[in-house]
């Protein structure tokens, strides 16, 4: 058979064949031929969690440092050692970070010494190390405890640069100023972390509600924002999500693995020269016996015993840790509950409780959110 002849003969009869499938198949299928047709639609993929008691491997509870005027980050004289202050950051303490800890380098430099001790191990002391190694000082850490034993393993772990950071009905009016520049420099620090083995990234945070939540200023939430720096936060038509409620939301938010953060964290510092010592610090006397001129006190809440600061104030708040699941990775927050999916499992919360000290993991606070979590699973379309 002449091959030419056959493929002119053939081709006709093919597309005839095409055609006659076509006008067969339903006409959604005719509509969205390509399988990833959702895509250009604008869906998201919100998985399911998978909820329930006997999947809770951990609970505990954080005690955020408050104090209603704000992080203390001034200077003082102690006999003959400068202590730099740079604590209290309430729930933004993984947040502000880098940028408080760059007012705390500022205050360092100042005195020209390159000898200084920070005192406390968690986001805020190694951030502070860090920079002052930038600078070219020799630091050391005293510290009680080394991560995983410390307070900011106890975090959710995302950006929230206002979380009870402040009392706006008592702050001084030109804290806005250094609060949104201590954003600012840890923002772009934050940066710098993206893309290593996950220890810092960007997941989609949604907020699921039956009626637009009535904002009340002071009660623990964001009252201070920066914008430009996150996408805006958009409204959802009940076409663009799967949940049973009126009023939805999205925006992309910064997320931090915990573990991983800090361990890379304490490693680059170490690798850079500097050392961590276990020393608890109890009091003044045992600043003076440092042999650091300069000290960085980042202490967080183990400040108010040494310092005697009665403003500040621990607020606690619960996390309930869920197994880990893969697919899962967002943040949510709803009426009394809300979840973060973390590389080392998805983390349960919404309470927080001012001026309690008890850090015993409450079994009903953990059943009422994972409930409350697992009827909002239930009603999800699909």
């Not at 091959?3 to 006659?20: C, S």
């Not at 929230?160 to 702050?171: I, M």
């Not at 009426?335 to 993991?361: C, E, H, L, M």
Request: aromatic fraction near 8%.
């Amino acid at each position: 058979m002449n091959r030419r002849n056959f493929l002119e003969t053939a081709m006709p009869a093919g597309i005839a064949l095409a055609a006659g499938v076509s006008a067969c198949m339903p006409k959604s299928q005719q509509m969205y031929p390509d399988k990833h047709y959702h895509i250009s639609r604008g869906y998201h993929h919100i998985p399911k969690l998978r909820l329930s008691m006997d999947r809770i491997v951990k609970e505990t509870v954080g005690l955020r440092p408050f104090r209603a005027s704000g992080p203390r980050l001034d200077v003082e004289q102690l006999g003959n050692k400068t202590l730099v202050h740079n604590y209290g950051h309430g729930g933004s303490g993984w947040s502000l970070s880098w940028g408080t800890g760059n007012i705390a380098r500022k205050h360092v430099l100042a005195t020209q010494e390159k000898k200084v001790a920070v005192l406390g191990c968690g986001t805020v002391g190694i951030a502070t190390a860090r920079l002052l190694q930038e600078s070219g000082c020799e630091v050391t850490i005293y510290t009680r405890d080394v991560p995983p034993n410390i307070t900011s393993n106890l975090a959710t772990g995302t950006w929230s640069p206002a979380s009870r950071v402040c009392d706006v009905k008592v702050v001084r009016p030109e804290f806005r100023a250094v609060w949104e520049d201590a954003c600012r420099f840890s923002f772009r620090r934050f940066q710098f972390l993206l893309g290593m083995n996950d220890i810092a990234c960007w997941a989609e945070e949604y907020g699921v509600f039956q009626n637009e939540p009535n904002y009340v200023p002071g009660a623990g939430g964001e009252d201070f924002e920066v914008h430009g720096l996150l996408p805006e936060r958009v409204s959802l038509s009940a076409r663009e999500h799967p949940f049973k409620a009126n009023h939805v939301t999205r925006r992309s938010n910064l997320m931090f693995n915990i573990p991983a953060y800090l361990r890379h964290q304490l490693q680059d510092f170490t690798m850079f020269g500097g050392k961590v010592k276990i020393q608890e610090i109890r009091k003044p006397e045992d600043i003076d016996a440092l042999p650091e001129k300069v000290v960085v006190n980042c202490m967080g809440l183990g400040a108010k015993p040494v310092f005697n600061d009665e403003e500040l104030t621990p607020v606690s708040g619960q996390l309930s840790c869920l197994i880990p699941q893969g697919e899962a990775n967002y943040k949510l927050y709803t009426q009394g509950a809300n979840f973060i999916s973390r590389k080392d499992g998805i983390y349960i919360g919404s309470n927080g409780i001012v001026g309690n000290w008890d850090t015993t993991p409450s079994r009903e606070q953990t059943e009422k959110t994972v409930g409350i979590l697992m009827k909002l699973m239930e009603e999800m379309k699909g």
